[in-house]
């Protein structure tokens, strides 16, 4: 008998490949990230789903070194943004906190498997509102601000994981064991 399901896995294979290869990177090559992967990523960020798809967030791209310096002075969970080619930071509007934490959140991860799934290298960081942007509400750079980044410091092999991994990064290590987590 065939396996009615087979055709449906086969088609799936590259999102879950794409979604098992997702990081997080804090080391970055000095190759800058193209244009048209920038903007593909953004039309992911754009298209990402939010709570009663009201998506009010406003995506700030900065490609200034000095700005990405400066924030990663700022933000005590992005230092390594101060390595990257280009970062988008997530601006929410703030009107519901518990709203906007849910989506920063989804958002996030639909930028990080977009930057995966082009060989980019992307991390999460955030900065706290009164040190990034102090008297100001319009843009602000609160809980995650986004970096999809350069291209990976080290190579991706055929399954995805990068080629060589400390201790501390490999799977195994860092999630425990499959059986563990599932209940």
């Known amino acids: 008998m065939s396996d009615p399901g087979a055709a449906t896995r086969a088609s799936?294979?590259?999102?879950?490949?794409?979604?098992?290869?997702?990081?997080?990177?804090?080391?970055?090559?000095?190759?800058?990230?193209?244009?048209?992967?920038?903007?593909?990523?953004?039309?992911?960020?754009?298209?990402?789903?939010?709570?009663?798809?009201?998506?009010?967030?406003?995506?700030i791209v900065i490609r200034d070194r000095a700005d990405r310096e400066r924030l990663a002075e700022l933000a005590p969970y992005a230092?390594?943004?101060a390595g990257a080619a280009v970062a988008i930071a997530i601006a929410m509007s703030g009107d519901n906190p518990e709203w906007d934490?849910?989506?920063?959140?989804?958002?996030?991860?639909?930028i990080l498997i977009a930057a995966g799934a082009l060989d980019l290298g992307a991390g999460i960081g955030w900065a706290l509102e009164d040190r990034a942007?102090?008297?100001?509400?319009?843009?602000?750079?609160?809980?995650?601000?986004?970096?999809?980044?350069?291209?990976?410091?080290?190579?991706?092999?055929?399954?995805?994981a990068p080629a060589t991994l400390s201790a501390r990064d490999?799977?195994?290590?860092?999630?425990?064991?499959?059986?563990?987590?599932?209940?």
């Open 12 to 59: 799936a294979d590259p999102v879950l490949r794409a979604l098992r290869r997702t990081r997080q990177v804090r080391q970055f090559t000095n190759e800058p990230v193209a244009e048209t992967d920038l903007s593909a990523i953004l039309e992911v960020a754009r298209w990402s789903g939010s709570s009663m798809n009201l998506q009010q967030w406003t995506f």
């Open 79 to 81: 230092k390594h943004v």
């Open 101 to 110: 934490a849910y989506d920063e959140g989804r958002v996030a991860e639909r």
């Open 133 to 160: 942007t102090p008297g100001r509400r319009t843009p602000r750079f609160d809980r995650p601000a986004v970096r999809p980044n350069d291209h990976l410091a080290r190579p991706p092999d055929g399954g995805g």
């Open 170 to 183: 490999s799977s195994a290590a860092a999630r425990g064991a499959r059986s563990g987590a599932l209940r």
